[in-house]
């Protein structure tokens, strides 16, 4: 089964990437009959930057081809070395009249060895100056045995930010050479999957068991130091950073007491931005944890492989080269480059403290209008069996919002009638006024949708209590307090009658008590059990209308089959009521 992709066809995938990368950052032409990019004003009087490699790896490399970065960048087919011959052309354009000289800067695998080794050579044969440096920075590896040599990774990113503004500075080409390759000799890279990639068109090109991590894989899939059992992002980073740190590992990094690091934190490509930024706390703690400090932090999509979901880490030891954090501080227009919201402190990189907030609690100076003792009994044995009721429905409640919603009607109201509970005993069931307060604040914090329009609801509710500020709670204002609350949650939640949501079981509810104002001063059970069955009806009626509102709104109208459970819920308290009042 291949892995969904939104492209159009597989062989045409890469040169229309580029052409879209053009399209959004004009300053970047393509050469005509190649994959090569480059600067669309190049300054010959400065070394020239080139890089490239397989596609899949985006924004790696022509992201990062701007002023004070590469001057241009080759691409190949996904996961394929560019041919020699683009890359000759690409040198020949970035080198044209140019007098400072050329600095290619290769990722280590074979493929790209080769082609770009190729290049340089031709590149010379025509009188180039020309220059060719090779990273590898993985520290997967723990044998000193012959191979390939360590694989080109993200950090290779830094050489790029670096070389780039000291070409910029109008550094010589000896010079950034020597710099490049003691950049790399202080870096290190390791990293994680968590699931796969595939090639346009194609299947997985491995698998990752659900249970499982894959430790110290390259940016191809290829495999790394082996699988361990999926664990949390403080114990992923840490296997990481023990494993780079490895006394006894041949491609360890050596990090001193104090040393200085600037790290980058890459998405492989899968990984949500919500995953990125835990493991950037956990990356930036641990570190600091360790005796180290962390001066600078990049995150992001730097060099993906696809769809993979995963991380990358890079460190780069800066403690005795200052030098290197003015140029990556230096700008860049590379669109690819993260942008740092740097403190007015300066741009060194610390972890800020929180901003004091004064809590104020609002205690109401006036509680309003007390109910009587048997009153106050009412309310809270009508608040008692609301609150086990609405606990009792929760698995039916978030059955009727799993069609429409996202499940969780049910849970949600079940956790703010179990806040209710564990206050009942300092709740102000003899102050209407008070009590309306109260179970707002409760409301407000059960979460969700529901929290914020039964906050909404009973805030407004609780001013038809502020008038009155003796004698007996007149019972006409319980039925202004419901008026007032359906009309605030119209305001802000945008939806009326008709809409399917609570308010088609409330608002009818509102009609009978309004309309039966005098009956309801003196038969007020009669009235009330009015008011409930009308409730009820509406929620009801719910099934059959087409939802105006809330997430249902979004929902295809043949999936929204069921009652509202919103509405279900509010006719399920309402008529709580009526049975109280009756009794």
Known sequence: MSGKKLINNPENVVDEALEGLTMIH?????????????????????????????????????????????????????????????????????????TAGVLVLVINYTGDRIHFGLAVERARREGIKVEMFVNGEDCALTSADKSAGRRGLC???????????????????????????????NMGTMGLALGPCSLPGQGPLFTVANDSLEIGLGVHGEAGVGSVPLCSAKEAVKKLLDHMTNPASATKIELGA?????????????????????????????????????????????????????????????TNHPEWLTHLDAPTAAPAWPCVLRSISGPARTTPSRIPVKE?????????????????????????????????????????????????????LTAGAKAIQAAMSKLSHAHPLALMHELASLAENMGGSSGGIYSILLTSAGRAFQDQVGGEVEPDAWVRGLKYGLEAVMKYGGAAPGDRTMIDALYPALQVLETNQVELRSSPGSVVQKAADAATKGALATKTMKAKAGRASYVAADKVVNEDPGAVAAAAWFSIISQVVAN
């Not at 209008?369 to 039916?396: A, N, P």
Request: charged letters at 20%; one cysteine or more; glycine letters at 14%.
């Open 155 to 185: 950090g290779t990113m830094f050489i790029f930010k670096i070389a780039g503004a000291m070409a910029e500075a109008g550094e010589s080409l000896d010079t950034i050479v020597s710099t490049t390759k003691m950049v790399s000799a």
């Open 258 to 318: 104090g040393e200085q690091l600037a790290v980058i934190l890459n998405n492989l490509g899968g990984t949500s931005k919500l995953e990125e930024l835990v493991v950037a706390r956990e990356l930036v703690q641990q570190l600091e944890s360790r005796g180290y400090k962390v001066v600078r932090i990049y995150t992001g999509h730097m060099m993906t492989s696809l769809e993979m979901a995963g991380i990358l880490i890079s460190l780069l030891k800066v």
């Open 360 to 412: 104020e609690v609002q205690e109401l100076a006036v509680k309003g209008v007390k109910l009587g003792s048997e009153g106050e009994q009412i309310v809270k044995t009508t608040l008692e069996k609301i609150t086990s009721t609405l606990v009792s429905m929760e698995g039916r409640l978030n059955e009727l919002d799993s069609g429409c919603g996202d499940g969780d009607c049910g849970s949600t």
């Open 26 to 98: 004009p300053g970047l032409r393509l050469l005509e009959g190649h994959r090569v990019v480059v600067r669309e004003q190049i300054d010959t009087g400065k070394v020239s930057l080139i890089s490239g490699g397989g596609s899949g790896h985006e924004p790696f490399c022509a992201g990062y081809i701007g002023q004070g970065m590469l001057t241009g960048g080759v691409a190949g087919s996904v996961f394929a070395s560019p041919p020699t011959a683009s890359i000759l052309a690409g040198i020949r354009a970035v080198a044209k009249d140019s």
